[in-house]
């Protein structure tokens, strides 16, 4: 875990652990429809639109808000979307936890747009498929176990449980790979199982 102190001298810990964070993702989904729109770099963001996001890029400067916001001003917009929120405080430094989280969407064919923040990762998911989209991620699977004998991995996403070495210490091979559920259970991810040729 991270820890630090902000300005209002309070610490804050976030989680590295993959496991602990798969374990604890706590998908909240927020009210409202958001959009993503572009604007000139020379034009000022106008005044009527209180953005949630605001990324400056070379070609243009983009603005996340609230679709009637957009309308409001007259503003084009596209992906109209829902704002899911993993509230786990996962540490800006954990490695492989937005990859689980959007092969899992991947895998129901479902876009994803995702944001890390300070404290929580934040997906953007197609409004009319929001509601799929939080129950799956209400349904995470996490690590079960390690593999006595062998080494699973995922091919969606590229997360690796690496496992005990192998009896004799002789190295194992990737030939004769079977299908296995033992470390992603219920995933629908590709998993494959590495052994020792015969």
Not at 15 to 32: I, T
Not at 38 to 62: K, Q, Y
Request: with cysteine; proline share 6%; hydrophobic share 45%.
């Amino acid at each position: 875990m991270r820890t630090c102190d902000n300005d209002r001298d309070r610490t804050v810990t976030a989680e590295l652990d993959l496991a602990a964070l798969l374990s604890n993702v706590r998908p909240e989904m927020r009210e409202g429809i958001f959009v993503f729109c572009t604007i000139a770099e020379s034009e000022g963001i106008p005044a009527t639109v209180n953005p949630l996001l605001i990324f400056r890029e070379r070609e243009g400067t983009t603005l996340v808000l609230q679709r009637e916001e957009a309308e409001a001003a007259g503003l084009s917009y596209q992906f109209a979307s829902r704002l899911i929120t993993l509230t786990v405080h996962s540490s800006l430094e954990a490695v492989g936890f937005l990859a689980a989280v959007t092969a899992r969407l991947a895998e129901a064919g479902l876009a994803v747009n995702a944001f890390s923040a300070f404290y929580h990762d934040h997906l953007f998911v197609p409004e009319h498929r929001a509601d799929e989209a939080l129950g799956l991620l209400r349904t995470m699977p996490t690590p079960q176990s390690r593999i006595a004998t062998g080494r699973a991995f995922s091919q969606c996403g590229g997360l690796l449980w690496p496992p005990p070495p192998c009896a004799g210490g002789q190295p194992w091979s990737k030939t004769n790979p079977v299908k296995l559920e033992a470390v992603f259970k219920g995933s629908g991810a590709s998993l494959c199982f590495a052994h020792q040729a015969a």
